[in-house]
């Protein structure tokens, strides 16, 4: 188009001062400068009120200097500039309300440049009194290039400086929030604080749990991006507080599938390190150190104390094993685990955990806790254990409560002798509830990839975990009292 492109207006190029293209969308300089952008397009061909434009149109339209009051547009960034749309004569009149907003902002603008002026010259002016006051050297070049920062720019830099600060700060202390758990960190912590985090009595025996877990290990690779202590300290968090994931990869800033692997390599590798922790007594340092309520109601015979407790995990979507995991005690899809203590009240043996649907007999007789039995020694179990037979054939007596199934009550012998029973067997319900309490993962709802074993792994991640919660447990003073 060879003239401005405002309808009635008789301008030529040449004619007038200055002859100017619609701006056009800025991509290359960020979202903000193309949003910018697009909205000064917009608005201005809006004004320009030309229904036949297409977009070859508005690319070679033209507008002359005679819409702008100072005879040019304004920077695209100055956008509270009255220049920034074209507004003298658009070849219509615009609203009152329109043209009302205009002058408002046109008088704001001017008020605007005033105030940064007498800024600037108050600068000036300070910049002289100082300069006179120091030496009579003139700074005129000095001064020349201080007066181009003005109330606004300083502003920004003071916003911009904020911002630094507060990012400086959320990096700190991601940086602190990481070093929290290394070995120089927990050396400070109290053992109360060691305790929250690990289960463990104190710092001293975390060390010593670290040095031999990592004795039987094969080395890491050199690039890894947490330490040895570190990667356990994961493991323990999990364990101890069931933290997700999610959780604990933000805290050591690593993504959550690292933590994943560090869980099921340091589980495995605890469960083979730390099982020794687990094991069932001599019979004569049984006898030598058995609690006085075990000696009063049952002498020095007592072996064991057997129970089962169970863990909930999610649903499976396969039938057949959500039928086998079906508990009908817990009404809920659940894994069964065997646990025995010794008098003492220490853990002395784990079964593997066995679909929730299992009875406690069935996997009584069909996990490898009557190969542990002695002649002679008393087994202690409540009413679902009916294994009597079982053990017989080792030359064992198991003490069960009495039942009262087809009787209107029990007899004084029975009941003399359930409560004998219940009186000493109340400890393994409080060495179960110790560790679930003291292992949070074991109070929780386990994902199904817990159950199921990885390539290359012999057990599933969630055998494991019970072990290395029982094995750590017993490295915790015992419930039971001794006297």
């Known amino acids: 188009m060879g003239g401005c492109t405002f309808f009635g207006c008789k301008c030529r190029s040449g004619t007038c001062k200055g002859s100017f293209r619609v701006q056009r969308v800025i991509l290359d300089r960020g979202p903000e400068i193309q949003a910018l952008s697009e909205r000064r397009r917009t608005e201005t061909l809006a004004r320009i009120k030309r229904a036949e434009f297409t977009k070859r149109m508005a690319d070679d339209a033209r507008m002359c200097g005679c819409h702008y009051m100072s005879k040019s547009p304004a920077d695209l960034e100055d956008d509270t500039n009255p220049d920034w749309l074209p507004s003298l004569k658009l070849g219509y009149e615009l609203p009152k309300r329109k043209a009302d907003e205009q002058d408002e902002a046109a008088g704001r603008y001017a008020r605007k440049k005033a105030r940064e002026e007498r800024q600037s010259a108050a600068c ?50 991601q940086m602190d929030a990481s070093k929290q758990f290394t070995e120089e960190a927990m050396s400070t912590k109290t053992g109360d604080e060691v305790n929250f985090y690990t289960g ?13 877990v990592v004795q039987g290990m094969p080395s890491q690779p ?3 991006k947490l330490t040895a202590f570190q990667e356990m300290m994961v493991t323990l968090l999990k364990l101890r507080l069931n933290l997700q994931l999610k959780d604990l990869a933000d805290r050591m800033h690593v993504s959550t ?5 560090i869980l099921h390599y340091w589980a495995g590798a605890m469960a083979i390190r730390l099982k020794f922790l687990i094991r069932w007594p001599e019979r004569e340092d049984l006898r030598m150190t058995m609690p006085a309520c075990y000696q009063a109601a049952f002498g020095n015979k007592v072996a064991v104390v057997i129970d089962c407790f169970e863990i909930f995990i999610n649903r ?8 086998q995991t079906f508990s009908t005690y817990k009404s809920h899809n659940t894994v069964k685990v065997l646990i025995g203590i010794s008098p003492q009240g220490f853990v002395s043996f784990i079964s593997d955990p066995w679909g929730g649907r299992v009875s406690d007999k069935y996997l009584t007789e069909h996990c490898t806790f009557l190969n542990n039995l002695n002649p002679g020694d008393i087994v202690l179990a409540d009413r679902g254990f009916n294994i009597e037979a079982s053990v017989a054939v080792y ?16 007899t004084a012998e029975g009941v003399h002798r359930s409560r004998k029973i219940a009186n000493v067997r109340i400890h393994i319900e409080r060495v179960i509830g110790m560790v679930r309490q003291k292992y ?7 994902p199904i990839d817990f159950l199921v074993k990885r390539k290359g792994e012999e057990l599933p991640l969630v055998c494991h975990l019970v072990t290395v919660c029982c094995a750590l447990s017993n490295l915790s003073e015992s419930v039971v009292p001794m006297d």
């Open 124 to 173: 000036v002016e300070t910049m002289d009194i100082s300069s006179e006051e120091e030496d009579d050297v003139p700074l005129h070049k000095e001064i020349e290039t201080q007066t181009d920062v003005t109330g606004t720019d300083l502003e920004e830099l003071c916003e911009s400086l904020a911002n630094v600060m507060v990012d400086n700060d959320r990096l700190r202390a």
């Open 316 to 323: 499976p979507s396969n039938l057949k094993a959500r039928g």
């Open 200 to 212: 463990l009595p104190s710092f001293a025996v975390l060390m010593v749990v670290f040095r031999h």
């Open 395 to 410: 030359g064992v007596q198991l003490h069960i409560p009495a039942f009262t199934r087809g009787k209107s009550q029990l």
């Open 257 to 261: 599938g690292t933590i994943s692997r």
């Open 440 to 446: 949070a993962i074991l109070s929780s709802t386990l």
């Open 222 to 224: 050199a690039n890894r």
